[in-house]
């Protein structure tokens, strides 16, 4: 690739046609409640050797490092397993069979991360079987708007609180989320996106209150 190519490849935060999966503030006239914070490549040598090595090696995907990688996950946030996808829609692939979904079945899942009661409760009335809630919303108020009405996650803060947060700050809004919707169709999850730079201890933390408060 010659300089001038290099100097034309957009990235995050700059003019580009990706939109808003290379920048989250797209000059549409749209202001934004919450901007997201980027912190540029975390991407030191040692890492972009493990790359070249996989690359060199029989196995370009699914290869030893993979293993590697679940059972290092695994064992940061305390978890019995782990199971590394290549995007998020594999994601979403693996859970269905985790649920055991059939053909026929029918699960819908907004993800948006609304806020608004009337909104959220607009969007309960497009028949959706699960509803992302965003951090600024009173999950409290979340709760009783959808009783009987459907199911919804999120609410958790991934960047006040995930990133940036104590672990107290972390263990404190887990704990509060989860006991607020006992006994609903709550399924627990931050109210966005996990950021990639969240602290181990946040996330273990994060892990560890959700299922004791459940």
Do not use: W
């Not at 690739?1 to 990706?18: C, I, L, N, P, R």
């Not at 934004?32 to 070249?52: M, N, R, T």
């Not at 030893?64 to 199971?83: M, S, T």
């Amino acid at each position: 690739m010659s300089d001038k190519q290099t100097a034309a490849v957009g990235v995050t935060g700059s003019e580009s046609e990706g939109g808003i999966t290379s920048s989250y503030e797209s000059n549409d006239g749209v202001k934004l409640k919450v901007p997201y914070s980027f912190f540029g490549s975390i991407y030191d040598k040692e890492e972009q050797q493990a790359v070249l090595a996989a690359m060199q090696q029989d196995s370009l995907t699914m290869g030893p490092q993979v293993k590697l990688f679940q059972d290092e996950f695994a064992a940061k946030i305390g978890a019995k397993h782990a199971f590394a996808v290549s995007n998020c829609t594999t994601g979403m692939h693996l859970c269905t069979q985790l649920f055991n979904l059939k053909q026929g079945d029918e699960v819908i899942h907004l993800h948006n991360s609304e806020i608004s009661i009337p909104h959220i409760l607009a969007e309960a009335e497009l028949g959706v079987d699960i509803i992302s809630i965003g951090p600024a919303a009173d999950i409290a108020e979340v709760r009783k708007a959808l009783d009987g009405k459907c199911c919804f996650s999120g609410n958790l803060d991934p960047i006040g609180t995930l990133l940036r947060g104590s672990v107290a700050d972390v263990e404190k809004q887990a704990r509060r989320i989860v006991k607020t919707c006992r006994g609903t169709g709550y399924v627990f999850n931050s109210g966005e996106m996990i950021p990639r730079d969240v602290p181990v201890e946040n996330m273990k933390a994060m892990v560890k209150a959700a299922r004791e408060a459940s």
